[in-house]
C-alpha cells in the first residue's frame, strides 16, 4: 500500500488582463508526485482555460495558462498530483487564477 501524494499550495496567483501565464507557487510535496492535473470549471473552460491531465509536475511554481482575451474575474479549479509509478493520487486542491483590469 503506497500514501496518496500531496502538495502544499502558495496564495492564489493574481495578473493584469492580457497576460499569458502566472506562477502558483507550491512549498512541499510528499508521496513523490511527478504529474499533476488542472481541471477548470466550465466558466474557466468557456473563457479559454483548457484542463491538464497528468502533465509533467515541474518543480514550482506550476505555470497556469491564461487566455490573453479572458475577462477580468476570478477562475477557479480543482488541482491534483499523481505519483505515477504507484498510480496514487492526491485529493483535489481549490485553485484559482484572479484576472484584475487594466484600468
Request: charged share 5%; hydrophobic share 35%; net charge negative.
Amino acid at each position: 500500500v503506497y500514501p496518496n501524494p500531496t502538495i502544499t499550495l502558495g496564495s492564489t496567483p493574481t495578473i493584469c488582463q492580457g497576460t499569458i501565464s502566472a506562477n502558483l507557487i507550491y512549498t512541499a510535496t510528499t508521496g513523490t508526485p511527478d504529474q499533476y492535473s488542472i481541471d477548470y470549471n466550465n466558466a474557466a473552460n468557456v473563457a479559454g482555460f483548457v484542463d491538464i491531465v497528468n502533465g509533467a509536475l515541474p518543480v514550482s511554481p506550476l505555470v497556469l495558462s491564461a487566455p490573453s482575451a479572458a475577462a477580468p474575474s476570478t477562475y477557479s479549479a480543482s488541482l491534483s498530483v499523481r505519483n505515477s509509478t504507484t498510480g496514487c493520487t492526491s485529493g483535489s486542491s481549490n485553485v484559482s487564477l484572479v484576472i484584475k483590469s487594466l484600468d
